[in-house]
């Protein structure tokens, strides 16, 4: 469930819908900057719905690959949540929106 979450909020940055950066190549800084994105989106939409998160062990490789970011550049993390939170937002909204429409055909 928590991976399919994660890969929600990187689909947020589709150009239709959020339209982040999401060129990077696996290893560069717009890669660990997208991942870190997603998983501080899914870690919000985990609140939200009241899903707990368990650490799993590739948790620790993306970690690494924030570090030197995250050492070097201040406003990375701020950047990073503020897109996390527009991602969470929107996923959370879209679910809505799918939840109403599944009601009304329903009916």
């Given at each position: 469930?928590?991976?399919?979450?994660?890969?929600?909020?990187?689909?947020?940055?589709?150009?239709?819908?959020?339209?982040?950066?999401?060129?990077?190549?696996?290893?560069?800084?717009?890669?660990?900057?997208?991942?870190?994105?997603?998983?501080?989106?899914?870690a919000?939409?985990?609140?939200?719905?009241?899903?707990?998160?368990?650490?799993?062990?590739?948790?620790?490789?993306?970690?690494?690959?924030?570090?030197?970011?995250?050492?070097?550049?201040?406003?990375?993390?701020?950047?990073?949540?503020?897109?996390?939170?527009?991602?969470?937002?929107?996923?959370l909204?879209?679910?809505?929106?799918?939840?109403?429409?599944?009601?009304?055909?329903?009916?």
């Amino acid at each position: 469930m928590l991976c399919r979450i994660r890969h929600n909020a990187h689909s947020t940055g589709n150009k239709n819908r959020l339209e982040r950066d999401l060129s990077g190549k696996f290893g560069s800084e717009k890669y660990a900057f997208e991942e870190l994105v997603a998983e501080l989106g899914s870690a919000m939409i985990c609140g939200t719905i009241g899903l707990e998160q368990k650490p799993r062990e590739d948790h620790a490789q993306y970690i690494k690959g924030w570090l030197t970011r995250l050492r070097s550049d201040n406003k990375f993390i701020i950047q990073a949540a503020s897109k996390a939170q527009k991602a969470a937002d929107y996923a959370l909204e879209s679910a809505a929106q799918a939840n109403q429409l599944l009601a009304v055909a329903a009916e």
